[in-house]
């Protein structure tokens, strides 16, 4: 399982580390990932999601199925088998 929230499709960006001296060498930004079972109401079972710390912001922002529906419309969310109704 690769490190992208299934819910903001965030994943890992490049970039450099910059010493004292300036001299540059690559480095990753890793994303702050969580592995979380949510107990989904409407279809009355639990799912488990790889999600960031936005990814949790927004899921108690807008609910679980507002964000998992947000997340497999854009294509980042792979439980789309409980979507289907």
Do not use: P
Not at 36 to 64: M, P
């Amino acid at each position: 399982m690769s490190k992208i929230c299934q819910i903001t499709g965030k994943r890992a960006q490049n970039g450099n580390n910059v010493s004292h001296s300036k001299r540059r060498t690559k480095r990753t930004f890793e994303v702050n990932l969580f592995t979380k079972k949510f107990y989904y109401v409407e279809e009355d079972c639990w799912i488990s999601l790889r999600v960031s710390a936005a990814g949790l912001r927004l899921i108690n922002k807008i609910g679980l199925d507002a964000a998992l529906r947000q997340a497999a419309e854009k294509g980042y969310c792979t439980e789309v088998r409980i979507l289907d109704k």
